[in-house]
């Protein structure tokens, strides 16, 4: 029963980790996938920077540049924003993910917890009954060998034949 119980343990953890892992790793590769965008982003906000900045410097008082890469600074940012909202959305249902396993995970933890301790106090039950029962059995041995002996002492006195009065004299 113990192995059987070890063994379903065994495998529900394994089972866990394995989901976790596949879990992380789906996670890890988002990530990633987040981060080469996030670079992405950075290098052509820089670009662009550095395109105004240029721009600025060639074309004073040409309002119409400058607007046009206001516009575009506009539509960049904006863009940032609406990626910045996608990435919170993302990290906050890696969150909700890892908090539901990690309540799963201590629901069954608890759980073994109380199979174990169901299984000690039945195995301590036993146990105790085990030895009422074999000091049972020691009782009545002794009391057996006892009757033996006092049954093996009659039977001696009634084998043995009586003395001959005639005899004596």
């Known amino acids: 029963m113990k192995e059987l119980i070890k063994t379903i343990v065994l495998v529900l953890l394994v089972v866990v980790a394995i989901y ?3 879990v992380v ?3 890890n590769n988002r990530m990633d996938q987040l981060n080469v ?3 992405v982003h950075v290098i052509n906000i820089d670009r662009f ?8 410097l060639r074309f004073i008082g040409r309002g119409k540049h400058i607007q046009q890469f206001q516009r575009d600074l506009k539509a960049l940012d904006q863009k940032l924003d609406i990626t910045a909202r996608k990435f919170d959305v993302k990290i906050d249902s890696v969150g909700l ?5 990690r309540m799963n995970t201590e629901a069954e933890l608890a759980n073994l ?6 299984t000690a106090t039945r195995l301590s039950q036993f146990q105790r009954k085990t030895d009422r029962t074999l000091t049972d059995l020691q009782t009545e041995l002794s009391r057996l060998k006892r009757e033996k ?4 002492k009659r039977v001696k006195i009634l084998e043995t034949p009586p003395e001959d ?4 004299k």
């Open 20 to 22: 976790f892992a596949f």
């Open 97 to 101: 993910l890892i908090s539901e396993l």
């Open 165 to 168: 009065p005639k005899k004596k």
């Open 49 to 56: 920077d550095h395109n105004l900045h240029d721009l600025d």
């Open 113 to 118: 917890k109380r199979d174990h301790e169901e």
């Open 37 to 39: 965008a996030d670079s």
């Open 25 to 27: 790793s789906k996670v």
């Open 149 to 152: 002996n006092d049954l093996e």
